[in-house]
């Protein structure tokens, strides 16, 4: 693995102060967010290192953003964050290193803003006011608006110019995916926290209520719930295969890491059954590291055949 200032020359990042952003956005990252960073620093091709690690720094920006605060809080803090991205991406430079790193990326890589822009409504409406879905539509529509986007503001970045149709697709059956698998492994959490991330037609449909996975019953009805939901996303998960096709070379590695740990964490949470409603579920350490080793040798294997 290269070190980060080589990285940095192999990315085309030269100008002092720029190298200097997207360094001190790197370390925001590795804080905040260690696994996307460490995966992308194994796996990832050199180039494309710095502009996707600022893309997740990005995401991670107006993650925290929507989800912090009161309501008014939310609202003041992702309109004003709205404000400093598009001086930002106007070429304003900012006190921010992480906007100045990000709308660098942006430029030199040409991702398309309305991704960008998209991203931050969602942010402002399905996210900031998120109170769970009535619906399976309801869940389809916050993909569309949030969760998509937020996809392609990081990942895009991968692509020169963005991503083309197909590939864009592809990102959004890979998001449809991990959002069903994110949401079943953090479902102790969530509503621990006040959050249901099940459609409530879904529980009117086996006859469960909230109250019921609050207090994690061991019911037939419960389980069946759980039960159905994982085959949803166990269906989802399949309609992502051939994705890493769509990806670029030098991310292929990583998207395969990425498919193979979701798959990991479905199956973690299909034999916890009732207890992911007491726990969330995690990845473990022993799957996690083998699919390291072996996406880390496909690494390999793709940098010398580019060479």
């Given at each position: 693995m290269p070190s980060w200032s080589t990285t940095l020359t192999r990315a085309g990042v030269s100008d002092p102060r720029l190298r200097?952003?997207?360094?001190r956005t790197a370390r925001r990252v590795l804080r905040r967010d260690p696994a996307p960073y460490v995966t992308l620093r194994l796996l990832a091709a050199p180039h494309l290192v710095p502009r996707l690690a600022v893309g997740v720094a990005f995401m991670n920006l107006v993650d925290d953003t929507a989800e912090t605060g009161t309501p008014e809080q939310r609202a003041a803090g992702l309109a004003?964050?709205?404000?400093?991205?598009?001086?930002?991406?106007?070429?304003?430079?900012?006190?921010?290193?992480?906007?100045?790193?990000?709308?660098?990326?942006?430029?030199?890589?040409?991702?398309?803003?309305?991704?960008?822009?998209?991203?931050?409504?969602?942010?402002?409406?399905?996210?900031?006011?998120?109170?769970?879905?009535?619906?399976?539509?309801?869940?389809?529509?916050?993909?569309d608006a949030y969760a998509w986007p937020g996809v392609l503001v990081s990942t895009g970045l991968q692509y020169q110019d963005g991503p083309d149709e197909q590939q864009a697709a592809g990102w959004r059956r890979f998001v449809d995916a991990a959002q069903r698998v994110d949401f079943l492994a953090d479902l102790?959490?969530?509503?621990?926290?006040?959050?249901?991330?099940?459609p409530r037609a879904r529980l009117a449909e086996h006859e469960v209520t909230r109250t019921d996975l609050e207090q994690a019953r061991d019911t037939l009805a419960v389980r069946g719930l759980l039960a159905a939901e994982c085959e949803r996303a166990r269906t989802a998960l399949a309609a992502t295969d051939g994705i890493a096709d769509l990806a670029e070379p030098g991310l292929r590695p990583v998207v395969t890491a990425m498919t193979e740990l979701m798959a990991h964490q479905?199956?973690?949470?299909e034999k916890a059954g009732?207890?992911?409603?007491?726990?969330?579920?995690?990845?473990?350490?022993?799957?996690?590291?083998?699919?390291?080793?072996?996406?880390?040798?496909?690494?390999?294997?793709?940098a010398r055949s580019t060479v």
């Open positions: 200097e952003d997207y360094t004003a964050l709205a404000a400093r991205v598009e001086a930002a991406l106007a070429g304003e430079h900012g006190p921010d290193p992480l906007l100045r790193a990000y709308a660098d990326a942006v430029h030199t890589r040409n991702l398309p803003v309305h991704w960008i822009t998209r991203f931050l409504d969602g942010a402002a409406t399905a996210e900031a006011t998120f109170d769970g879905f009535a619906d399976e539509a309801e869940f389809q529509d916050y993909l102790a959490g969530d509503l621990a926290d006040g959050r249901l991330c099940l479905l199956t973690a949470v009732v207890g992911a409603l007491r726990k969330d579920v995690g990845y473990g350490l022993a799957a996690p590291l083998r699919t390291l080793l072996r996406a880390r040798a496909l690494s390999r294997r793709t």
